[in-house]
């Protein structure tokens, strides 16, 4: 007899009408997926396993039998990787960004190795500093986490510039001089400008560092030629998800253009740090539904990248029209698909995310670099990847920051939040 899951149904479908038809979501971590991508996610695959790297003809790579058909599909996620972002070498088998930076962590850093990243304030992934797994792969015995303590572990942050937002590039020479790191991270969660790759990379390599890319957030922007070309530009490594400005299911990759040298030194701290060093099997159900979204992307990737920077800047100078507190004014606020808010004024981060929530505004609350309190941050980060796909241009962008506003304010604009919504629920470049 089939269990009850009645209850369960009605929880999937509350979700799917709230996030999915009712509130304007600026989370900037959040993708819908396309009808194709999310259909071929619930196949046989779901149950099977693939350690390893797909068989070829009789060279056996693999762990288990019965592969023949996820070998070709991840074969084609590859090559068709490749293709798009003009690299040599790629690995799509790590099931998130962070899970990739794990398996970069794993497969290169040691115990007492020293790494320069940004801190979580400035904008950093947790998964770069100390209490992430940078800061506990370097750790050894009798080091501290915390980086104000007599023993600390080696982990530096990038100086910034007096903007906040920028990396101080003659500072950070001088840092990597002094320190001689094993390892920069560039690459941020809040992320408002390209990363400075390209000032820093000549003196990483005459110095033998290598340089990660964490493209977590502007993957998609990256491919559809509106950020910076972290590979070109000297990145040794580029990490990303397959589910933020790049609109896949829940996965990572892991790519890189090295010469044969540039391979044989770097690339094996790579592919072991996947398997078997953050990975076993690399939830194959979403493996086919990765390449209709390298395939979407390949096709739209250039309109809706340059569509999501004009709506994220319209949106930021909107805001601070009505009064709201946009950082980075100076620079045109963004240049990606995220704003950082200051709303200090109105009772900090969380109150004010909920304040929004309650109006079906979905973002998050974030610290901005001068806070130092994880759950009281001043700031809110905002995302415009998903509403751009959802239709939204630049008049939608100028009538929601003055709805964003209101709430923000103490307002109730939900009726007129719903009414936005539901001229924005098709999706667009599928």
Known sequence: MPVDIADIQQLVDAQEHWRGRQTINLIA??????????????????????EGHPNRGDEVRRYYQGTRYIDQIETMAREELLAL?????????????????????????????????????????????????????????????NLEAPRAIPLHYFPLAEDLYHIDVPKSLDLI??????????????????????????L???????LLYDA?????????GQFQDPWREGATWVTAST????????????????????ERQYWPSADRGVFPGSSSNHHLHTLPALVVAIREMRQHATAYAAQIVRNAQTLGRALDDEGIGVEARDFGYTASHQLAVNVAAYGGGVAVAQRLEANDIIVNYNLLPWDTEPRRPSGLRLGVQEMTRYGMREDEMQRLAGLVSDAIKGKDVREAIHALRASCRTLHYV
Do not use: W
């Not at 320190?179 to 820093?200: C, N």
């Not at 977590?216 to 559809?224: C, D, E, K, T």
């Not at 589910?243 to 540039?262: C, M, N, S, W, Y």
């Open 29 to 50: 971590s959040e993708n819908p997926q396309s009808p194709a991508v999310r259909a071929l996610q619930n196949s046989d695959f779901m149950a099977r396993y693939a």
């Open 85 to 145: 972002t003009r690299c040599r070498q790629a690995d799509v088998r790590p099931i998130s960004g962070n899970a990739a930076n794990t398996a970069l962590a794993l497969g290169y850093l040691r115990g007492g190795d020293t790494v320069i990243v940004n801190s979580t304030p400035a904008g950093g992934h947790i998964s770069h500093n100390t209490i992430g797994v940078f800061g506990r792969r370097i750790q050894t015995r009798g080091l501290s986490l």
């Open 177 to 202: 001089a002094q320190t001689k790191p094993r390892l920069l991270v560039l690459g941020k969660s809040l992320i408002l400008f390209p990363e400075p790759v390209q000032a820093l990379a000549p």
């Open 204 to 210: 990483c390599r005459e110095l033998g560092i290598p």
């Open 216 to 224: 977590a957030h502007v993957f998609g922007l990256i491919v559809g």
């Open 243 to 262: 589910h933020k400005t790049f609109p896949g299911p829940q996965r990572g990759v892991i790519l890189a253009d090295l010469d044969e040298e540039q």
